[in-house]
Protein backbone atom coordinates (compact mmCIF):
# COMPACT_ATOMS: atom_id res chain seq x y z
CA UNK A 1 0.00 0.00 0.00
CA UNK A 2 1.64 3.38 -0.66
CA UNK A 3 0.58 6.29 1.48
CA UNK A 4 2.81 9.14 -0.55
CA UNK A 5 -0.48 10.39 -1.80
CA UNK A 6 -1.97 11.21 1.82
CA UNK A 7 1.23 12.50 2.82
CA UNK A 8 0.81 14.74 0.12
CA UNK A 9 -2.41 15.98 0.99
CA UNK A 10 -1.51 16.18 4.21
CA UNK A 11 1.76 18.26 3.66
CA UNK A 12 -0.37 20.36 1.25
CA UNK A 13 -2.93 20.91 3.41
CA UNK A 14 -0.77 21.79 6.52
CA UNK A 15 1.02 24.31 4.63
CA UNK A 16 -1.99 26.20 3.08
CA UNK A 17 -3.50 26.14 6.39
CA UNK A 18 -0.41 28.13 7.80
CA UNK A 19 -0.19 30.74 5.32
CA UNK A 20 -3.62 31.28 5.12
CA UNK A 21 -3.66 31.72 9.02
CA UNK A 22 -0.90 34.46 8.58
CA UNK A 23 -2.17 36.09 5.67
CA UNK A 24 -6.31 35.74 6.62
CA UNK A 25 -5.57 36.82 10.43
CA UNK A 26 -4.73 40.85 9.65
CA UNK A 27 -7.32 41.18 7.11
CA UNK A 28 -10.37 39.42 8.55
CA UNK A 29 -9.19 42.16 11.82
CA UNK A 30 -9.60 44.84 9.37
CA UNK A 31 -12.65 44.03 7.79
CA UNK A 32 -14.35 43.58 11.67
CA UNK A 33 -12.94 46.97 12.09
CA UNK A 34 -13.62 49.25 8.99
CA UNK A 35 -16.24 51.11 7.89
CA UNK A 36 -14.91 51.45 4.16
CA UNK A 37 -16.42 51.22 1.42
CA UNK A 38 -14.03 49.08 -0.16
CA UNK A 39 -15.21 46.07 2.29
CA UNK A 40 -17.98 44.50 0.39
CA UNK A 41 -15.77 44.61 -2.30
CA UNK A 42 -13.02 42.79 -0.86
CA UNK A 43 -15.65 40.46 0.81
CA UNK A 44 -17.29 39.51 -2.29
CA UNK A 45 -13.58 39.42 -4.42
CA UNK A 46 -12.52 36.77 -1.48
CA UNK A 47 -15.65 34.75 -1.38
CA UNK A 48 -15.47 34.12 -4.97
CA UNK A 49 -13.84 30.43 -4.58
CA UNK A 50 -16.88 29.43 -2.70
CA UNK A 51 -18.92 29.98 -5.89
CA UNK A 52 -16.71 29.58 -8.94
CA UNK A 53 -16.30 26.12 -10.40
CA UNK A 54 -13.06 24.53 -9.43
CA UNK A 55 -12.40 24.88 -13.65
CA UNK A 56 -13.23 28.18 -13.58
CA UNK A 57 -10.53 29.03 -10.45
CA UNK A 58 -8.01 26.45 -11.71
CA UNK A 59 -8.22 27.95 -15.69
CA UNK A 60 -7.06 31.18 -14.49
CA UNK A 61 -4.58 29.84 -12.00
CA UNK A 62 -2.68 27.58 -14.75
CA UNK A 63 -3.12 30.79 -17.21
CA UNK A 64 -1.39 32.75 -14.61
CA UNK A 65 0.99 30.62 -13.15
CA UNK A 66 2.11 28.95 -16.93
CA UNK A 67 5.48 30.50 -18.27
CA UNK A 68 3.52 32.36 -21.03
CA UNK A 69 2.53 34.67 -18.23
CA UNK A 70 4.47 37.68 -16.85
CA UNK A 71 4.40 36.30 -13.25
CA UNK A 72 4.98 32.26 -14.56
CA UNK A 73 7.89 33.63 -16.52
CA UNK A 74 9.05 35.65 -13.75
CA UNK A 75 9.53 33.18 -11.53
CA UNK A 76 10.25 30.41 -13.76
CA UNK A 77 13.69 32.81 -14.66
CA UNK A 78 14.72 34.29 -11.77
CA UNK A 79 14.46 31.44 -9.35
CA UNK A 80 14.11 28.82 -11.63
CA UNK A 81 10.76 27.62 -9.94
CA UNK A 82 8.16 25.83 -12.17
CA UNK A 83 4.62 26.99 -10.92
CA UNK A 84 2.62 24.82 -13.04
CA UNK A 85 2.62 21.10 -12.39
CA UNK A 86 4.80 21.79 -9.49
CA UNK A 87 4.22 21.21 -5.48
CA UNK A 88 4.75 25.18 -5.26
CA UNK A 89 2.25 25.66 -7.89
CA UNK A 90 -0.20 23.48 -5.93
CA UNK A 91 -0.08 25.39 -2.83
CA UNK A 92 -0.40 28.31 -4.41
CA UNK A 93 -3.73 27.44 -5.91
CA UNK A 94 -5.14 25.72 -2.79
CA UNK A 95 -4.55 29.01 -1.11
CA UNK A 96 -6.23 31.26 -3.25
CA UNK A 97 -8.79 27.59 -2.87
CA UNK A 98 -8.92 27.54 0.82
CA UNK A 99 -8.79 31.66 1.24
CA UNK A 100 -12.58 32.35 2.12
CA UNK A 101 -12.35 29.18 4.12
CA UNK A 102 -9.99 30.89 6.40
CA UNK A 103 -11.13 34.06 6.22
CA UNK A 104 -14.75 34.34 6.86
CA UNK A 105 -15.15 32.55 10.05
CA UNK A 106 -11.89 34.99 11.88
CA UNK A 107 -13.75 37.42 10.46
CA UNK A 108 -17.00 36.21 12.04
CA UNK A 109 -15.29 35.35 15.30
CA UNK A 110 -14.03 39.37 15.55
CA UNK A 111 -16.96 40.52 14.91
CA UNK A 112 -18.29 38.85 17.22
CA UNK A 113 -16.49 39.51 20.10
CA UNK A 114 -17.96 41.95 22.56
CA UNK A 115 -16.55 45.38 21.33
CA UNK A 116 -16.06 47.04 24.91
CA UNK A 117 -13.93 43.95 25.95
CA UNK A 118 -11.49 45.54 23.56
CA UNK A 119 -12.31 49.17 24.29
CA UNK A 120 -11.29 48.14 28.00
CA UNK A 121 -7.85 47.06 26.55
CA UNK A 122 -7.24 49.98 25.29
CA UNK A 123 -8.70 52.28 27.99
CA UNK A 124 -5.95 49.72 30.01
CA UNK A 125 -3.09 51.31 27.73
CA UNK A 126 -2.73 48.13 25.86
CA UNK A 127 -1.77 48.62 22.10
CA UNK A 128 -3.86 47.03 19.43
CA UNK A 129 -1.49 44.33 18.84
CA UNK A 130 -1.60 43.36 22.48
CA UNK A 131 -5.05 43.27 22.44
CA UNK A 132 -5.14 41.14 19.72
CA UNK A 133 -2.91 38.44 21.11
CA UNK A 134 -3.90 38.46 24.56
CA UNK A 135 -7.59 39.62 24.91
CA UNK A 136 -8.84 39.21 20.94
CA UNK A 137 -7.66 35.53 19.94
CA UNK A 138 -8.29 34.40 23.28
CA UNK A 139 -11.57 35.16 23.42
CA UNK A 140 -12.38 33.15 20.25
CA UNK A 141 -10.90 30.48 20.15
CA UNK A 142 -14.09 28.14 18.78
CA UNK A 143 -13.53 30.52 15.71
CA UNK A 144 -9.90 30.00 15.11
CA UNK A 145 -10.18 26.32 15.40
CA UNK A 146 -12.89 26.43 13.03
CA UNK A 147 -10.95 28.27 10.29
CA UNK A 148 -8.03 26.36 10.83
CA UNK A 149 -9.18 22.37 10.58
CA UNK A 150 -11.72 23.49 7.81
CA UNK A 151 -9.32 25.05 5.87
CA UNK A 152 -6.92 22.07 6.49
CA UNK A 153 -9.82 19.81 5.82
CA UNK A 154 -11.17 21.58 2.49
CA UNK A 155 -7.72 21.43 1.20
CA UNK A 156 -7.23 17.68 1.68
CA UNK A 157 -10.90 17.43 -0.16
CA UNK A 158 -10.06 19.67 -3.18
CA UNK A 159 -9.74 17.68 -6.52
CA UNK A 160 -10.37 19.93 -9.81
CA UNK A 161 -7.92 23.06 -9.12
CA UNK A 162 -5.32 20.54 -7.70
CA UNK A 163 -5.58 17.89 -10.97
CA UNK A 164 -6.05 21.29 -13.75
CA UNK A 165 -2.69 22.99 -11.63
CA UNK A 166 -0.69 19.85 -10.79
CA UNK A 167 -1.46 17.14 -12.96
CA UNK A 168 -0.88 14.09 -11.46
CA UNK A 169 2.71 13.46 -10.76
CA UNK A 170 4.35 10.95 -8.03
CA UNK A 171 5.90 12.61 -5.16
CA UNK A 172 4.81 15.85 -6.40
CA UNK A 173 1.15 16.55 -7.28
CA UNK A 174 -0.24 13.44 -6.90
CA UNK A 175 -2.74 14.03 -3.62
CA UNK A 176 -4.91 11.64 -2.13
CA UNK A 177 -8.15 12.72 -4.02
CA UNK A 178 -6.58 12.90 -7.76
CA UNK A 179 -4.90 9.28 -6.50
CA UNK A 180 -8.55 7.90 -6.11
CA UNK A 181 -9.62 9.13 -9.24
CA UNK A 182 -6.99 7.32 -11.10
CA UNK A 183 -7.58 4.10 -9.60
CA UNK A 184 -10.93 4.70 -10.36
CA UNK A 185 -9.72 5.19 -14.22
CA UNK A 186 -8.01 2.01 -14.30
CA UNK A 187 -10.52 0.66 -12.38
CA UNK A 188 -8.59 -0.83 -9.29
CA UNK A 189 -11.71 -0.56 -7.47
CA UNK A 190 -9.74 -2.30 -4.09
CA UNK A 191 -7.29 0.33 -3.61
CA UNK A 192 -9.58 2.85 -4.56
CA UNK A 193 -11.98 1.41 -2.08
CA UNK A 194 -9.80 1.71 0.87
CA UNK A 195 -8.19 4.92 0.03
CA UNK A 196 -11.49 6.17 -0.04
CA UNK A 197 -12.55 4.75 3.34
CA UNK A 198 -9.46 6.31 5.01
CA UNK A 199 -10.63 9.67 3.55
CA UNK A 200 -14.10 9.71 4.80
CA UNK A 201 -12.98 8.36 8.21
CA UNK A 202 -10.59 11.10 8.23
CA UNK A 203 -12.63 13.39 7.14
CA UNK A 204 -15.06 12.64 9.65
CA UNK A 205 -12.98 12.56 13.01
CA UNK A 206 -11.52 15.95 12.40
CA UNK A 207 -15.03 17.49 11.96
CA UNK A 208 -16.79 15.86 14.75
CA UNK A 209 -13.51 16.96 16.85
CA UNK A 210 -14.31 20.95 15.87
CA UNK A 211 -17.66 20.15 16.98
CA UNK A 212 -16.94 18.09 20.43
CA UNK A 213 -14.32 21.42 21.05
CA UNK A 214 -16.80 24.13 20.14
CA UNK A 215 -19.43 22.69 22.23
CA UNK A 216 -17.38 22.31 25.04
CA UNK A 217 -15.88 26.11 24.90
CA UNK A 218 -19.53 27.28 24.79
CA UNK A 219 -20.27 25.21 27.97
CA UNK A 220 -17.41 26.58 29.53
CA UNK A 221 -18.21 30.46 29.15
CA UNK A 222 -21.86 29.44 29.53
CA UNK A 223 -22.90 30.39 26.17
CA UNK B 1 -9.75 70.47 36.13
CA UNK B 2 -11.07 69.13 33.43
CA UNK B 3 -12.70 71.48 30.51
CA UNK B 4 -15.13 70.21 28.13
CA UNK B 5 -16.69 71.68 24.64
CA UNK B 6 -17.65 69.84 22.09
CA UNK B 7 -20.40 68.47 19.56
CA UNK B 8 -20.91 65.81 17.52
CA UNK B 9 -23.97 64.73 14.42
CA UNK B 10 -25.60 61.76 16.17
CA UNK B 11 -27.97 60.04 14.40
CA UNK B 12 -30.39 58.63 17.06
CA UNK B 13 -33.47 56.67 17.13
CA UNK B 14 -35.54 60.24 16.96
CA UNK B 15 -33.77 61.38 13.78
CA UNK B 16 -30.64 63.48 13.53
CA UNK B 17 -29.04 65.18 16.85
CA UNK B 18 -26.55 67.56 17.71
CA UNK B 19 -24.87 67.04 20.50
CA UNK B 20 -23.24 70.18 22.35
CA UNK B 21 -22.06 70.00 25.87
CA UNK B 22 -20.42 73.03 27.47
CA UNK B 23 -18.90 72.36 31.08
CA UNK B 24 -16.18 72.41 33.58
CA UNK B 25 -15.52 69.53 36.32
CA UNK B 26 -13.53 69.84 39.37
CA UNK B 27 -11.13 67.77 40.70
CA UNK B 28 -12.04 64.93 42.81
CA UNK B 29 -15.51 66.27 41.62
CA UNK B 30 -18.55 63.05 41.40
CA UNK B 31 -20.29 64.40 38.82
CA UNK B 32 -23.71 62.30 37.93
CA UNK B 33 -24.62 62.80 33.65
CA UNK B 34 -28.50 62.14 33.73
CA UNK B 35 -31.31 62.05 31.02
CA UNK B 36 -33.63 60.65 29.01
CA UNK B 37 -32.00 57.27 27.11
CA UNK B 38 -30.85 58.75 23.41
CA UNK B 39 -30.20 62.57 25.44
CA UNK B 40 -26.33 61.83 24.16
CA UNK B 41 -25.24 60.77 28.05
CA UNK B 42 -23.29 57.77 26.77
CA UNK B 43 -21.90 59.18 24.14
CA UNK B 44 -20.35 61.90 25.65
CA UNK B 45 -18.92 59.65 27.74
CA UNK B 46 -17.18 57.84 25.18
CA UNK B 47 -15.89 60.92 23.46
CA UNK B 48 -14.44 61.73 26.85
CA UNK B 49 -12.21 58.10 26.92
CA UNK B 50 -11.68 58.85 23.39
CA UNK B 51 -13.92 55.94 22.02
CA UNK B 52 -15.92 58.09 19.80
CA UNK B 53 -14.04 61.29 17.89
CA UNK B 54 -16.27 64.79 18.22
CA UNK B 55 -15.46 68.18 17.30
CA UNK B 56 -14.13 70.47 19.97
CA UNK B 57 -11.63 70.82 22.94
CA UNK B 58 -11.63 68.67 25.63
CA UNK B 59 -8.68 70.04 28.54
CA UNK B 60 -7.70 67.94 31.21
CA UNK B 61 -5.18 69.16 34.05
CA UNK B 62 -4.30 71.30 31.37
CA UNK B 63 -3.26 68.59 29.28
CA UNK B 64 -5.22 69.01 25.59
CA UNK B 65 -6.88 65.42 24.71
CA UNK B 66 -8.91 66.64 22.36
CA UNK B 67 -8.09 70.04 19.81
CA UNK B 68 -9.49 70.24 16.63
CA UNK B 69 -8.63 67.29 14.76
CA UNK B 70 -5.98 66.21 17.44
CA UNK B 71 -7.25 63.60 19.75
CA UNK B 72 -5.28 62.01 22.02
CA UNK B 73 -5.73 58.31 21.64
CA UNK B 74 -7.97 56.06 24.78
CA UNK B 75 -4.33 54.28 25.89
CA UNK B 76 -3.19 57.65 26.50
CA UNK B 77 -6.05 59.19 28.28
CA UNK B 78 -5.44 58.15 32.21
CA UNK B 79 -8.74 56.79 32.88
CA UNK B 80 -11.03 54.01 34.47
CA UNK B 81 -13.84 52.64 32.23
CA UNK B 82 -16.49 50.84 34.04
CA UNK B 83 -18.51 49.60 31.25
CA UNK B 84 -22.68 48.05 32.10
CA UNK B 85 -22.02 45.35 30.89
CA UNK B 86 -18.92 44.91 32.49
CA UNK B 87 -16.81 43.91 30.11
CA UNK B 88 -14.34 41.91 31.63
CA UNK B 89 -11.90 39.83 29.72
CA UNK B 90 -13.34 35.71 30.11
CA UNK B 91 -9.73 34.28 29.21
CA UNK B 92 -8.58 35.60 32.38
CA UNK B 93 -9.11 35.34 36.18
CA UNK B 94 -10.12 37.79 38.31
CA UNK B 95 -6.73 38.93 39.28
CA UNK B 96 -5.03 38.45 35.81
CA UNK B 97 -7.64 40.46 34.24
CA UNK B 98 -6.45 43.48 36.75
CA UNK B 99 -3.14 42.58 36.76
CA UNK B 100 -2.98 42.83 32.61
CA UNK B 101 -4.07 46.75 33.20
CA UNK B 102 -1.28 47.42 35.92
CA UNK B 103 1.06 44.74 37.42
CA UNK B 104 1.00 46.11 40.39
CA UNK B 105 -0.26 43.06 43.33
CA UNK B 106 -0.41 45.36 46.48
CA UNK B 107 -3.03 47.52 44.80
CA UNK B 108 -4.64 44.54 43.08
CA UNK B 109 -5.13 42.87 46.78
CA UNK B 110 -6.30 45.69 48.58
CA UNK B 111 -8.82 46.56 45.79
CA UNK B 112 -10.19 43.20 46.24
CA UNK B 113 -10.28 43.19 49.98
CA UNK B 114 -12.61 46.07 49.41
CA UNK B 115 -14.58 45.14 47.35
CA UNK B 116 -14.44 41.30 49.08
CA UNK B 117 -13.65 39.12 46.36
CA UNK B 118 -10.31 38.35 47.43
CA UNK B 119 -11.08 34.59 47.94
CA UNK B 120 -12.44 34.65 44.30
CA UNK B 121 -9.70 35.77 42.72
CA UNK B 122 -8.56 32.26 40.58
CA UNK B 123 -12.16 31.99 39.51
CA UNK B 124 -13.01 33.36 35.90
CA UNK B 125 -15.44 36.11 34.82
CA UNK B 126 -18.20 33.09 33.83
CA UNK B 127 -18.26 31.40 37.39
CA UNK B 128 -19.02 35.36 39.27
CA UNK B 129 -22.49 36.86 39.50
CA UNK B 130 -23.43 40.31 37.97
CA UNK B 131 -22.59 42.26 41.02
CA UNK B 132 -19.57 40.41 41.53
CA UNK B 133 -19.01 41.03 37.70
CA UNK B 134 -19.27 44.86 37.99
CA UNK B 135 -17.22 44.94 40.86
CA UNK B 136 -14.02 43.48 39.28
CA UNK B 137 -14.83 45.80 36.55
CA UNK B 138 -14.48 48.68 39.26
CA UNK B 139 -11.54 47.30 40.64
CA UNK B 140 -9.83 46.86 36.80
CA UNK B 141 -10.65 50.65 36.23
CA UNK B 142 -9.00 51.90 39.11
CA UNK B 143 -5.64 49.73 38.56
CA UNK B 144 -4.26 52.25 36.62
CA UNK B 145 -4.93 54.51 38.89
CA UNK B 146 -6.77 57.07 36.63
CA UNK B 147 -7.16 60.99 36.72
CA UNK B 148 -11.14 60.41 35.93
CA UNK B 149 -13.10 57.72 36.75
CA UNK B 150 -15.76 57.14 33.84
CA UNK B 151 -19.49 55.09 34.47
CA UNK B 152 -21.53 54.08 31.87
CA UNK B 153 -25.09 53.29 34.37
CA UNK B 154 -22.86 50.78 36.18
CA UNK B 155 -25.31 49.59 38.23
CA UNK B 156 -28.05 49.20 36.26
CA UNK B 157 -28.25 45.49 35.14
CA UNK B 158 -28.09 44.78 38.85
CA UNK B 159 -31.01 43.93 41.56
CA UNK B 160 -32.29 46.74 44.00
CA UNK B 161 -30.11 45.47 47.43
CA UNK B 162 -26.75 45.05 45.23
CA UNK B 163 -27.10 48.06 43.81
CA UNK B 164 -27.15 50.00 47.11
CA UNK B 165 -24.54 47.51 48.18
CA UNK B 166 -22.24 48.42 45.48
CA UNK B 167 -23.64 52.21 46.03
CA UNK B 168 -21.49 51.97 49.32
CA UNK B 169 -18.30 51.01 47.71
CA UNK B 170 -18.28 53.41 45.32
CA UNK B 171 -18.65 55.65 47.56
CA UNK B 172 -15.88 54.35 49.90
CA UNK B 173 -13.38 53.98 47.01
CA UNK B 174 -14.06 57.81 45.95
CA UNK B 175 -13.25 58.88 49.16
CA UNK B 176 -10.19 56.65 49.35
CA UNK B 177 -8.89 57.05 45.62
CA UNK B 178 -10.22 61.10 45.97
CA UNK B 179 -10.62 60.22 41.83
CA UNK B 180 -12.72 62.74 39.63
CA UNK B 181 -15.86 60.59 38.77
CA UNK B 182 -18.74 61.27 35.43
CA UNK B 183 -21.53 58.57 36.35
CA UNK B 184 -24.12 58.25 33.55
CA UNK B 185 -27.38 57.22 35.69
CA UNK B 186 -31.34 57.82 35.47
CA UNK B 187 -31.94 56.17 38.57
CA UNK B 188 -32.53 59.38 41.47
CA UNK B 189 -31.74 57.92 44.33
CA UNK B 190 -28.35 56.94 43.00
CA UNK B 191 -27.56 60.19 42.00
CA UNK B 192 -28.76 61.68 45.38
CA UNK B 193 -26.43 58.92 47.12
CA UNK B 194 -23.39 59.01 45.12
CA UNK B 195 -23.23 62.48 43.49
CA UNK B 196 -22.48 65.84 44.19
CA UNK B 197 -23.40 67.67 41.40
CA UNK B 198 -25.43 66.31 38.46
CA UNK B 199 -25.59 67.55 34.68
CA UNK B 200 -28.68 67.11 32.94
CA UNK B 201 -28.51 66.07 29.53
CA UNK B 202 -31.69 66.81 26.64
CA UNK B 203 -31.54 66.01 23.06
CA UNK B 204 -27.89 66.89 23.21
CA UNK B 205 -27.79 69.58 25.40
CA UNK B 206 -27.55 70.22 28.91
CA UNK B 207 -30.87 71.73 29.98
CA UNK B 208 -29.59 71.75 33.77
CA UNK B 209 -26.75 71.34 36.03
CA UNK B 210 -26.42 72.19 39.89
CA UNK B 211 -26.14 70.36 43.28
CA UNK B 212 -28.23 66.99 43.61
CA UNK B 213 -30.55 68.50 45.51
CA UNK B 214 -31.40 71.45 44.09
CA UNK B 215 -31.60 69.77 40.38
CA UNK B 216 -33.43 66.74 41.16
CA UNK B 217 -36.16 68.63 44.18
CA UNK B 218 -36.97 71.44 42.22
CA UNK B 219 -38.60 69.17 39.47
CA UNK B 220 -40.58 67.66 41.98
CA UNK B 221 -42.35 70.92 43.95
CA UNK B 222 -41.69 72.03 47.04
CA UNK B 223 -43.22 70.37 50.31
CA UNK B 224 -44.81 67.48 48.88
CA UNK B 225 -44.48 63.89 47.98
CA UNK B 226 -44.40 63.58 44.26
CA UNK B 227 -43.97 60.57 42.24
CA UNK B 228 -43.29 60.15 38.37
CA UNK B 229 -45.06 57.26 36.71
CA UNK B 230 -47.21 55.42 34.16
CA UNK B 231 -51.05 54.85 34.56
CA UNK B 232 -51.17 50.81 33.60
CA UNK B 233 -55.22 50.54 33.91
CA UNK B 234 -58.39 52.54 35.36
CA UNK B 235 -60.96 50.09 37.11
CA UNK B 236 -64.76 51.30 37.29
CA UNK B 237 -65.56 49.57 41.00
CA UNK B 238 -69.08 50.32 42.57
CA UNK B 239 -69.10 53.83 41.84
CA UNK B 240 -65.60 54.97 41.54
CA UNK B 241 -62.72 55.14 39.59
CA UNK B 242 -59.37 52.89 39.93
CA UNK B 243 -55.99 54.24 38.71
CA UNK B 244 -53.36 51.72 39.16
CA UNK B 245 -49.66 53.39 38.45
CA UNK B 246 -46.28 52.28 38.47
CA UNK B 247 -43.82 54.40 39.99
CA UNK B 248 -40.78 52.21 39.61
CA UNK B 249 -40.62 49.15 40.78
CA UNK B 250 -43.76 49.73 42.69
CA UNK B 251 -47.62 49.29 41.90
CA UNK B 252 -50.12 51.88 43.72
CA UNK B 253 -53.44 51.71 43.14
CA UNK B 254 -55.36 55.67 43.74
CA UNK B 255 -58.84 56.47 43.51
CA UNK B 256 -59.67 58.43 40.72
CA UNK B 257 -62.46 61.50 40.08
CA UNK B 258 -65.12 61.18 37.20
CA UNK B 259 -63.53 63.80 35.56
CA UNK B 260 -59.82 62.15 35.85
CA UNK B 261 -60.91 59.13 34.74
CA UNK B 262 -62.50 60.31 31.51
CA UNK B 263 -59.19 62.70 31.23
CA UNK B 264 -56.35 60.30 31.60
CA UNK B 265 -55.54 57.69 29.22
CA UNK B 266 -54.17 54.18 29.92
CA UNK B 267 -49.77 54.44 29.54
CA UNK B 268 -49.83 58.26 30.09
CA UNK B 269 -46.78 59.35 32.07
CA UNK B 270 -48.42 61.21 35.21
CA UNK B 271 -47.07 62.91 37.93
CA UNK B 272 -48.65 61.41 41.47
CA UNK B 273 -48.29 64.14 44.76
CA UNK B 274 -49.58 64.68 47.57
CA UNK B 275 -49.10 67.33 50.58
CA UNK B 276 -47.60 65.56 53.33
CA UNK B 277 -47.48 66.45 56.64
CA UNK B 278 -47.57 63.52 59.12
CA UNK B 279 -45.68 60.94 56.43
CA UNK B 280 -45.12 57.84 58.49
CA UNK B 281 -41.79 56.64 58.14
CA UNK B 282 -40.46 53.03 58.89
CA UNK B 283 -37.89 50.89 57.62
Redesign the interface.
Known sequence: MNFEPFILSFKLAGLTAFILFCLALPLAWYLSETRSHTKPFIEALTALPIVLPPSVLGFYILWALSYNSPLGAFFEDTFGIKLVFSFTGLVIASCLYSFPFMLQPLQNGFETL?K??L?????????KLTTLF??AL??MKPALITAIIITFAHTVGEFGVVLMVGGSIPGETKVASVAIYEMVEIMDYEAAHIYSAIMLGLSFIILLSVYIFNARQNR???L | MIHIDITKKLHGDQGNMLLQCNFHIKKGEFLALSGKSGSGKTTLLRIL?G?ENAQGEITVARKRWLHEKNSL?????E???V?Q?Y?????MTIEQNLL???NDKRLAQHLLEMTELSEMKKRYP?ALSGGQKQRVSIC?AL??RPKILLLDEPLSALDVSMRTKLQNELLSLHKEFQITTIMVSHDPSEIYHLASRVVVLQNGKITNDGRVTDVLLKQQGSQKFSFQGELLEIKKVDVIFIGVVAIGQQLVEVVLSNYEAASLHVGEKITLSTKAFHPTITN
Request: glycine letters at 6%; charged letters at 25%.
Open positions: NNMEASYIAGKSKVPNRFG | ALPPQKRIGFFEALFDNYVAHRMK
